[in-house]
């Protein structure tokens, strides 16, 4: 068994005093005040986190479109300079790679940020899907990522960066100096906040990251491990690989056609085509149990009508609502028998039964009023 590997910033991740956990082969920190105390930060004010286990792919030249077209279920022709966009990689059966950012840096120039413990096999497929056409690059081990999220997070950087940050857009990426540290700074991120990941050379990664938190610590912004990822990202409704996402699903039983474009011909494209017309087998919910109190975690069974009925793929007690929350597969053995909001159902937890009802998603969406642009530092 190969030892886990460690981030740039795994030193500093001790000197903060964070709890350490082996997440898709990295040694990474899990929390260093407190899961809710950091999950309540990205929330209130700001949050820092090292994502530098996330793997960066590059691909160039006149033939990087078409690759790009044939691996992903979203079209990349649809992306203008300067902008980011989320889609998914699928085999011929429709089931779930990985799922991934793209970027377009410049005309024919993309970067890819793939999930870390699918660097290897996306790596491979995407490789043999290009037949050399496509100048092909993995910088994920020279390349560290640091994520800021949160109502603060946009002016934080602003006050760092000697560009306007601020007024890039959604789903925007630009080059540009944090803290004096060259940095690509996308505004995307996987909380349900307002932010940035920033894109940076391993040997500037320490120095930013410790800027941030000096900038930051007014604001009373903190340093965020993966156990407030996770809670964040299940509030906001955001599948994880390996839970609401895999090989034996399709990203249309995950609820996000929005992203897969058909009518083209990308890999897994007539499989999902299939699915469409002929109904889903199963379908993403989320649920919240009734009594407020009882946690449906992943791997407990659903119930429906007295039958076995599905599966839970991730549960937490989530921070912000102060009650359960889960996102579990229903299924469907006709295709059209689909859940519906409100529709009571049952989760097995501890041996017995317990009422739960289906939900809409995300459970948490902050009030666009409160845009993070607006905050102040």
């Known amino acids: 068994m190969n030892a886990p590997k460690r981030t740039v910033l795994f030193d500093l991740h001790q000197k903060l005093g964070a709890r350490m956990t082996v997440f898709g082969g990295f040694e990474m920190p899990v929390s260093y005040s407190g899961i809710i105390e950091e999950h309540l930060a990205v929330r209130n004010s700001a949050g820092i986190f090292d994502l530098s286990h996330m793997g960066e792919f590059e691909l160039s030249g006149p033939y990087a479109l078409a690759t790009l077209e044939r691996a992903f279920t979203n079209s990349a022709s649809r992306l203008k300079l300067g902008q980011a966009q989320y889609t998914i990689m699928c085999a011929e059966d429709g089931g779930t790679i990985d799922d991934l950012i793209v970027y377009r840096l410049e005309p024919e120039r993309y970067m890819l940020c793939v999930n870390a413990s699918n660097i290897e096999a996306d790596r491979e497929w995407l490789v043999e899907l290009n037949g050399g056409r496509a100048k092909f690059e ?19 950087l602003a006050t760092l960066a000697d560009f306007a940050i601020a007024d890039l857009p959604r789903n925007g990426i630009c080059g540009g100096e944090v803290a004096g540290i060259a940095c690509l700074a996308a505004r995307t991120g996987y909380t349900g906040e307002d932010g940035f990941e920033l894109f940076v050379d391993n040997d500037g990664a320490r120095e930013l990251f410790e800027a941030i938190l000096e900038m930051g610590a007014a604001a009373d912004a903190k340093p965020v491990g993966l156990g407030a990822r996770d809670t964040l990202r299940l509030e906001a409704g955001l599948p994880l690989y390996g839970h609401e996402l895999d090989r034996d699903t399709s990203p ?24 469409r017309d002929n109904g889903l087998k199963k379908k993403l919910i989320g649920l919240q149990t009734d009594d407020g109190k009882m946690v449906a975690r992943q791997g407990y069974r659903i119930f429906r009508n007295g039958d076995e009925a599905g599966v839970v793929t991730s549960g937490t007690f989530a921070p912000s609502i102060q009650r359960p929350i889960a996102m579990a597969y229903l299924n469907s053995a006709d295709g059209k028998n689909t859940a519906a909001v409100g529709e009571s159902i049952e989760v097995e937890i501890r041996n017995r039964k317990t009422r739960a009802t289906i939900v809409r998603r995300p459970f948490y969406r902050r009030d666009e009023v409160q845009a993070a642009s607006t905050a102040r530092v």
């Open 252 to 275: 249309l039983e995950a609820g996000l056609a929005t992203f897969v474009k058909l009518g083209r011909d990308f890999v897994g494209s007539a499989a999902l085509t299939a699915q």
């Open 138 to 156: 993995d910088a994920s081990d020279a390349t560290a990522l640091i994520a800021v999220q949160g109502p603060v997070a946009v002016a934080i």
